[in-house]
């Protein structure tokens, strides 16, 4: 709370305020923001998977002949080489590229008679709210490995002359006992989360709509409904990245959590050239589900991979300890008609500048990073210097709930860690909301520090 001068009325010099991105830009760097969006708005479109982020990502990385290493392509690591040997410790950003969504069971297709209609069961993938995922347009994005081993690259539902796919919901005339008393939790269980996918039966005495739709399938893309068992199809809104505001100042889409941090980092590290430290950044898969799998965070051998192939004489445990990581990942904005589950002095807010959250972690900052004041105050002095604004917070209220990100993983290897990246709204929703202006912001943070 700033303090107030008791003869003048005026605040101290002192006292600590927050200011937003719009008061510290100029008005040429505002533009540059908007302009930055569009390629941010396309990224957002093209990547809704991690599969397809990550090839987004090798795509970019070999136009521009920089070096890449690639996990499972699911995660991968740029890598730009400093002038410091790397026993003097790496500068790491690290994003993942997953995002909460419904993914299909392994054999997900039946057929209901009563209501006529051919579904797809679904088990969610990360933190949703099973009633965000009724009644939208979704999308199928994925692959399928058929018998024979060939593999199928699936897109359906993304362009206007596709079909789309949706799960129905009850009209609200005849919800009030089935729906409307229960928690919300309950009033849509994640096992209704099915999917429809069609409704006209197959041709002859007794046709199946099940029957119709393996059919179409199998014309359409060589499946068989064994398929289902190897395959990784995910589905996924079917909105396009928007503007939102009669301004245009903020982008209104699906997977900006973390898709935010993994454009910017990408932008950032393409754009970093001599380097004092070497400089990495890294891609990850599974941080939604606690960072678990050959493709996440936790993954200590693909690190010690990326060192030797960088420098096969390295002292891996020497690099490490004198590493330094941000962990790029969003914070939550302090939402208008919630603002009670959130401590405003410490919120993150739409519109002032990229987030540094010092600790993670829920309740007594169990399961999370802590990071140091020194290595705090360097960042901070970093984005000052830079004229980069920037704001603190941390998720909600003490006891009102928390999150984790990756940082906890590097924090193990005994690199120094904090987590920053840009304020998100109704995060883990099919459309979260970030201004323009803290995504650029974002940008130019990742591309101080890896320079």
């Known amino acids: 709370m700033a303090k107030k001068d008791d003869k003048k009325g005026k605040e101290s010099k002192y006292a600590y305020k ?143 002359e596709d079909p789309i796919f949706a799960v129905p919901d009850l009209l609200p005339h005849l919800s009030h006992k089935v ?28 046709g ?10 199998h014309k359409d893309y060589g499946m068989i409904e064994e398929d289902f068992i190897s395959a990784e199809l995910e589905i996924v809104p079917a909105y396009k990245a928007k503007d939102l505001g009669f301004d245009r100042s903020m982008i209104a889409s699906y997977g900006q959590d973390d898709r935010a941090c993994a454009y910017t980092v990408l932008k950032a590290i ?12 890294l891609f990850v898969d599974k941080e939604e589900i606690g960072s678990e799998g050959n493709a996440t965070a936790q993954v200590y051998t693909f ?48 519109g002032r500048g990229v987030v540094m959250a010092k600790f993670t972690g829920h309740g007594g900052k169990y399961s999370g990073n802590d990071a140091s004041a020194e290595y705090v105050a360097e960042i901070r002095q970093m984005l000052n210097k830079e004229k980069i604004p920037w704001q603190t917070a941390e998720l909600g209220k003490v ?7 990756v940082a906890k993983y590097f924090s193990r290897l005994g690199m120094d860690v904090i987590d920053l990246g840009p304020a998100v709204m109704s995060m883990h929703s099919p459309y979260e909301v970030t201004s323009k202006v803290d995504i650029y912001a974002t940008y130019l943070a990742y591309k101080a520090f890896l320079k």
């Open 303 to 350: 690190l010690r991979s990326i060192i030797k192939k960088i420098d096969p004489k390295a002292d891996i445990d020497e690099v490490m300890l004198k590493s330094k990581v941000l962990s790029a990942d969003v914070n939550a904005a302090v939402t208008p008609n919630y603002t009670e589950v959130f401590e405003l002095k410490n919120a993150s807010s739409l």
């Open 208 to 217: 199946k709509i099940k029957d119709a739709i393996l059919d179409k399938l």
């Open 18 to 160: 927050k200011k937003s991105a719009w008061e510290i830009f100029t008005k040429d760097q505002i533009k540059k923001a908007f302009d930055f969006s569009i390629g941010y708005k396309k990224f957002l479109n093209d990547a809704k998977t991690e599969r397809e982020a990550i090839e987004i990502i090798k795509e970019t990385a070999n136009k521009a002949k920089k070096k890449i290493i690639l996990n499972r392509d699911k995660s991968a690591a740029i890598v730009v080489t400093g002038k410091k040997p790397i026993n003097a410790g790496l500068r790491i950003v690290i994003s993942h590229v997953d995002s909460p969504r419904l993914d299909l069971k392994q054999v997900p297709m039946f057929e209901d008679t009563e209501s006529n209609l051919g579904l797809l069961e679904t088990h969610y993938y990360g933190g949703i709210k099973n009633f965000h995922w009724v009644t939208i347009p979704l999308a199928f994005h994925g692959v399928v490995i058929k018998k024979d081993g060939k593999k199928i690259n699936f897109k359906l539902g993304e362009k206007d």
């Open 399 to 405: 006891d009102k709930g928390g999150g984790g990100t």
């Open 270 to 281: 393409m754009e970093t050239k001599d380097p004092q430290y070497t400089s990495i950044g």
């Open 179 to 206: 729906q409307d008393n229960k928690k919300i939790d309950d009033a849509i269980p994640a096992e209704s989360l099915d999917l429809m996918i069609g409704s006209q039966p197959k041709t002859g005495k007794d």
